[in-house]
């Protein structure tokens, strides 16, 4: 017997940069149907990026200043802005800076979040 291997079944990387969230190209394939996203921080201080649909966005449920911009590339997608870096920098007490910090992702497909493990596991 076969066993195929499904390279959507491994965990992605998230790398921290000073001022960007870039996901490689498996972490960000949960999201690229995504509109924009939410960034937040679970009670572990694992950074979590839930996507959201347009129709999510335009229907006015959502605080417009929590929602992010999303830019998906061929081989990754990014979340740019300083002062959500410079949050989670302080909350983590990790300095981000042009050189990558790295973090394993995962997909939770019940909560429809990436979760990425910052924080305690």
């Keep these: ?3 195929w291997f499904n390279v ?3 965990n992605g990387v998230a790398s921290f940069y000073a001022n960007n969230i870039t996901l490689n190209t498996t972490a960000m394939y949960p999201l690229d149907t995504a509109y924009k996203v939410q960034v937040g ?3 572990k201080n694992n950074v979590v990026i839930q996507p959201l ?3 999510v966005v335009e229907s006015g449920a959502l605080d417009e200043c929590c929602l ?3 830019e998906f590339h061929k081989s990754f997608a990014r979340i740019s802005s300083v002062q959500l870096l410079k949050q989670i920098s302080e909350v983590l007490r990790i300095p981000f800076s042009n050189k990558p910090t ?3 992702t995962t997909w939770d497909s019940v909560e429809n979040v990436l979760t990425i493990k910052t924080g305690e596991n």
């Design 1 to 3: 017997m076969i066993k």
């Design 8 to 10: 959507k079944d491994r």
């Design 41 to 43: 921080m679970d009670d």
């Design 53 to 55: 649909t347009k129709e």
């Design 68 to 70: 992010l911009k999303i």
């Design 102 to 104: 790295q973090f394993e």
